[in-house]
């Protein structure tokens, strides 16, 4: 069983920070990309940050590039996204997610695409106060 659970939501006002958590269980993440997306109420799933499952590389999006940063922790298997200078526009819920594929490398655009991931966590709500 295949589990991604996130953590660190909350409410924040503008301006502050908060740090997301993703806990994989079932299986290492540690060979895998993970990708971070958040989705508002009648809107399209967005793309807000990746990384390559190496770690070597990491992709923003460019309404958060400078703001969020993402990282993993492969001895804790998770991964972060550290969220500074946070705007109302960032209010939506969040989702962690994982590729199926180890050691794999794709094209810059691919990460941003939902339909590479395999697997999903729950969300976690942000609420940025004006």
């Known amino acids: 069983q295949v589990q991604l659970v996130e953590s660190g939501g909350g409410l924040v006002q503008a301006g502050g920070s908060l740090r997301l958590s993703c806990a994989a269980s079932?299986?290492?993440?540690?060979?895998?990309?993970m990708g971070w997306f958040r989705q508002a109420p009648g809107k399209e799933r967005e793309f807000v940050a990746a990384i390559s499952w190496s770690g070597d590389s990491t992709y923003y999006a460019d309404s958060v590039k400078g703001r969020f940063t993402l990282s993993r922790d492969n001895a804790r298997n998770t991964v972060y996204l550290e969220m500074n200078s946070l705007a109302p526009e960032d209010t939506t819920v969040y989702y962690c997610?994982?590729?199926?594929?180890?050691?794999?490398?794709?094209?810059?655009?691919?990460?941003?695409?939902?339909?590479?991931?395999?697997?999903w966590g729950q969300g976690t709500q942000v609420t940025v106060s004006s």
């Open positions: 997610a994982a590729d199926s594929a180890p050691h794999t490398y794709y094209t810059p655009t691919a990460y941003s695409r939902a339909g590479l991931y395999e697997y």
């Open positions: 079932g299986r290492t993440f540690s060979s895998y990309a």
